[in-house]
């Protein structure tokens, strides 16, 4: 989960293409490989990605600090797990 930062860093408009194209670009997804994945990690190793690319897609071009977005994320992790879904840590070791 400590990935995250790689796909945080992702701006979904960097692309060839004028100012009316890129107006048109309305939302994004996330993806994740599954010959790394089975039942037993799936959950874990999805949400702090997701929640990077969800954080990501959600803030302005001026919010591009991975440092404040770091904060964030451990404190939304923190949520999850308290919701009971079995989220991996998004910053290495994470205390709740």
């Known amino acids: 989960g400590a990935d995250w930062e790689k796909f945080y860093n992702v701006e979904p408009t960097n692309f060839n293409g004028n100012k009316s194209k890129k107006s048109h670009v309305i939302g994004g997804e996330a993806c994740l490989w599954s ?9 874990p190793t999805t949400f702090p990605r997701v929640s990077a690319v969800a954080e990501r897609l959600w803030s302005s071009l001026e919010h591009l600090d991975a440092d404040e977005a770091r904060l964030r994320l451990e404190e939304h992790n923190c949520r999850m797990i308290g919701r009971g879904i079995e989220a991996r840590p998004a910053n290495g070791f994470g205390m709740c």
């Open 35 to 43: 010959e790394w994945i089975n039942e037993y990690n799936v959950l």
